[in-house]
């Protein structure tokens, strides 16, 4: 039930992983990505590559995955989710888990701005397989997946390293009620996140 890429895809390409790359913790912040699609029909498979703060591998009791539309400019100059046109809570018997060969990776925190470098190894495939009452995607309009553990702790999501795409990744702000984007916490440099529809 994992995602390899002769599988294939229906968005512009997958956006793979990024070994040694960063990853980005949610801890109650919700983090999102945009995609372009590529084949107009039912999103029945979400596959996206997350890790964990100092290896604390631990149960993951849900995750919100959320389908927006796109503001290609928004309030702050940058494109972000607008409408929110699909949302679904996902159990831990509706997703598995692969675990990936151990690479050393960094850790970035959004909402204090903390990069930790060679901060763990471990990391996993999260895949929703086979979607009941799926959105329908249109061929050639832009949507953004937003994901959302909630309060569960030391989790983030990884680094894209495929070719970047349109704008930067974003995350929520619950402070400013914005969304944010995402740049390198090093270079400054546009970050994407990795996932595949």
């Known amino acids: 039930a994992d995602w390899s890429p002769i599988d294939g895809h229906k968005m512009h390409?997958?956006?793979?992983?990024?070994?040694?790359?960063?990853?980005?913790?949610?801890?109650?912040?919700?983090?999102?990505?945009?995609?372009?699609?590529?084949?107009?029909?039912?999103?029945?498979?979400?596959?996206?590559?997350?890790?964990?703060?100092?290896?604390?591998?631990?149960?993951?009791?849900?995750?919100?995955i959320s389908i927006y539309s796109d503001d290609p400019l928004g309030p702050l100059g940058y494109s972000q989710p607008d409408?929110?046109?699909?949302?679904?809570?996902?159990?831990?018997?509706?997703?598995?888990?692969?675990?990936?060969?151990?690479?050393?990776?960094?850790?970035y925190d959004p909402s204090t701005d903390i990069f930790t470098p060679d901060n763990h190894q471990a990391w996993e495939q999260l895949n929703i397989m086979e979607i009941d009452?799926?959105?329908?995607?249109?061929?050639?309009?832009?949507?953004?997946?937003?994901?959302?553990f909630g309060p569960l702790p030391f989790v983030g999501w990884k680094e894209s390293g495929s070719p970047h795409f349109n704008d930067?990744?974003?995350?929520?702000n619950e402070i400013d009620d914005q969304w944010d984007e995402l740049t390198d916490p090093i270079t400054g440099e546009s970050l994407d996140l990795a996932f595949v529809i």
């Open 13 to 64: 390409y997958p956006q793979e992983p990024l070994l040694g790359g960063t990853d980005v913790e949610f801890v109650g912040v919700a983090l999102g990505d945009d995609w372009q699609c590529s084949e107009t029909g039912p999103v029945t498979d979400i596959h996206i590559w997350i890790s964990w703060m100092d290896d604390l591998i631990q149960f993951i009791p849900d995750v919100t």
């Open 83 to 107: 409408l929110l046109l699909w949302e679904r809570t996902f159990i831990n018997t509706e997703f598995s888990l692969q675990l990936m060969d151990p690479n050393l990776q960094g850790w």
């Open 133 to 148: 009452d799926p959105f329908i995607q249109t061929q050639g309009d832009i949507y953004w997946l937003v994901v959302d």
């Open 168 to 172: 930067d990744a974003v995350w929520w």
